[in-house]
């Protein structure tokens, strides 16, 4: 199967991102190309964005979308298990190796995060909102609770994304950081005020989230400055490719076709970093791309099993 699924009529396809100079905005933006190259004339491809959280199951739910990106695909098999993607199906998962992680000031006298419940007035913590959409938000003061510390009881620094909590850490106005995007510079900056350390969430918060599908998972010695020894921590891995499952079965077919074949297109933007601190970890291989927190899409999962382990195509000249 070297051939492009054929489509046989002008399709209208809505993708939605995130705010628009991210990875997902990226991968859709590629997807688009790829799909437009080998649809018919008069097909139109727009990119919506989006948060990349509770906000990109709704669009699909509502028709706003027909194919939406969520990270991490952990958030997917928990929502997913919550009754909260019915109705969904996927097309596969970019690969993208990440944490999330709590980074605490070292004069602070805790060694896990158990330990912050204690101290809760001495602590300005810097995440995201937990507000119904943002993921990042969601884990972080879930995990909170379970560690036994009261959210209600801290001060917060909240954004959307990861890069105004981060400086706010370097900056010393916060004391605790919860964040993810590790493999981002930032993360290699945060002792540039004053020495830190890292805790992990410990047994009772890992273990409360594996039990709804979210899986932890590890930092290794010396990947932060400070961090002498592994850290386990949750996964806030990998970006699932989501639609719904009346997706017309050419469009799917089509669209696997192009995650597979012409991966090379993407792989290449981010080629110029190492493979452990890029945004899209790579290279990307199919059996992977396959394994997603949602069931196939009957037309996807044909594609991978046709496609098998076929070298893509070699894509992308602008990024060689």
């Given at each position: 199967?070297?051939?492009?699924?054929?489509l046989?009529?002008?399709?209208?396809?809505?993708f939605?991102?995130?705010?628009?100079?991210?990875?997902?905005h990226?991968?859709?933006?590629?997807?688009?190309?790829?799909?437009?190259?080998?649809?018919?004339?008069g097909?139109?491809?727009?990119?919506?964005?989006?948060?990349?959280?509770?906000?990109?199951?709704?669009?699909?739910?509502?028709?706003?979308?027909?194919i939406a990106?969520?990270?991490?695909?952990?958030?997917?098999?928990?929502?997913?298990?919550?009754?909260?993607?019915?109705?969904?199906?996927?097309?596969?998962?970019?690969?993208?190796?990440?944490?999330?992680?709590?980074?605490?000031?070292a004069?602070?006298?805790?060694?896990?995060?158990?330990?912050?419940?204690?101290?809760?007035?001495?602590?300005?913590?810097?995440?995201?909102?937990?507000?119904?959409?943002n993921?990042?938000?969601?884990?972080?003061?879930?995990?909170?609770?379970?560690?036994?510390?009261?959210?209600?009881?801290?001060?917060?620094?909240?954004?959307?994304r990861?890069?105004?909590?981060?400086?706010?850490?370097?900056?010393?106005?916060?004391?605790?950081?919860?964040?993810?995007?590790?493999?981002?510079?930032?993360?290699?900056?945060?002792?540039?005020?004053?020495?830190?350390?890292?805790?992990?969430?410990?047994?009772?918060?890992?273990?409360?989230?594996?039990?709804?599908?979210?899986?932890?998972?590890?930092?290794?010695a010396?990947?932060?400055?400070?961090?002498?020894?592994?850290?386990?921590?949750?996964?806030f891995?990998?970006?699932?490719?989501?639609?719904?499952?009346?997706?017309?079965?050419?469009?799917?077919?089509?669209?696997?076709?192009?995650?597979?074949?012409?991966?090379?297109?993407?792989?290449?933007?981010?080629?110029?970093?190492?493979?452990?601190?890029?945004?899209?970890?790579?290279?990307?291989?199919?059996?992977?791309?396959?394994?997603?927190?949602?069931?196939?899409?009957?037309?996807?999962?044909?594609?991978?099993?046709?496609?098998?382990?076929?070298?893509?195509?070699?894509?992308?000249?602008?990024?060689?």
């Open positions: 199967m070297s051939e492009a699924p054929a046989r009529r002008p399709i209208t396809l809505h939605r991102g995130d705010w628009g100079q991210a990875n997902l990226r991968i859709c933006g590629w997807l688009a190309q790829e799909m437009g190259d080998r649809a018919p004339a097909s139109r491809f727009a990119i919506w964005n989006g948060r990349g959280g509770v906000d990109q199951i709704e669009a699909l739910r509502t028709g706003e979308a027909d990106l969520v990270t991490p695909t952990a958030a997917v098999r928990m929502l997913d298990r919550a009754g909260k993607t019915e109705g969904l199906a996927s097309l596969g998962v970019i690969g993208q190796r990440d944490r999330l992680v709590v980074a605490v000031d004069s602070l006298p805790a060694t896990t995060v158990a330990d912050l419940a204690s101290i809760t007035d001495q602590l300005t913590v810097a995440t995201s909102p937990d507000d119904g959409v993921l990042i938000g969601l884990a972080a003061h879930k995990a909170l609770r379970i560690a036994g510390v009261d959210p209600g009881k801290l001060t917060f620094f909240y954004d959307e990861p890069f105004p909590p981060l400086d706010h850490f370097i900056e010393g106005k916060a004391n605790v950081l919860i964040h993810e995007a590790v493999m981002t510079p930032r993360w290699q900056q945060l002792d540039s005020v004053r020495p830190v350390k890292y805790l992990p969430w410990g047994e009772d918060v890992l273990r409360a989230f594996a039990a709804e599908g979210w899986q932890d998972a590890m930092v290794k010396g990947y932060f400055p400070g961090l002498t020894e592994d850290l386990r921590t949750l996964d891995s990998d970006f699932a490719i989501l639609c719904r499952q009346d997706l017309d079965d050419d469009v799917a077919a089509l669209a696997t076709w192009c995650l597979v074949m012409t991966r090379r297109a993407l792989e290449a933007q981010y080629t110029h970093l190492p493979a452990d601190h890029s945004p899209v970890t790579y290279p990307l291989v199919p059996a992977d791309m396959a394994r997603s927190p949602l069931p196939l899409h009957p037309a996807a999962a044909r594609t991978y099993e046709a496609l098998g382990d076929s070298e893509q195509s070699d894509g992308a000249p602008l990024w060689k």
